[in-house]
C-alpha cells in the first residue's frame, strides 16, 4: 500500500466533493476498497470519537457502527464492487448510538 497516493487520491476526491456538494450537517466518508482506508468528515470524527479523519480497517469499522441488516449491505456491496459488478453505490445508513 503506498499510503501517500492513497491519502492523495482520497483528498483529492474528499475536496471535490465537499465544494459541490451540500454536505452541512451530514456525516459522510470517501473509501478506498483496495487499501481499506476511509477519509471521514471532521463532523464525523467528533461525534464518534475517531482516531483521525483518515481511518485504516474502515470496513470493520463501519460493519461496527452500522446497524446489523446496513452492515450486511455494505459487506455485500463492497464484495460487489471487487468482483467489478457494481462500480458505484451511494447509500444512506442509520448509524448506532
Known amino acids: ?5 492513497t491519502y492523495y487520491r482520497l483528498n ?7 465544494t459541490s456538494a451540500g454536505t452541512k450537517g451530514r456525516y459522510y466518508f470517501m473509501l478506498d ?14 461525534d464518534f470519537a475517531l482516531p483521525g479523519e483518515f481511518v485504516h480497517h ?14 450486511e449491505e455494505l459487506v455485500q456491496d463492497l464484495d460487489l464492487i471487487q468482483q467489478r459488478r457494481l462500480e458505484k453505490k451511494e447509500n444512506t445508513w442509520s448509524i448506532r448510538s
Open 12 to 18: 483529492k476526491l474528499y475536496d471535490s466533493f465537499v
Open 1 to 5: 500500500m503506498d499510503s501517500n497516493a
Open 33 to 46: 476498497i483496495h487499501d481499506d482506508v476511509a477519509r471521514w468528515s471532521p463532523e464525523a470524527v467528533t
Open 58 to 71: 474502515q470496513s470493520q469499522l463501519l460493519q461496527d457502527i452500522l446497524p446489523p441488516r446496513d452492515a
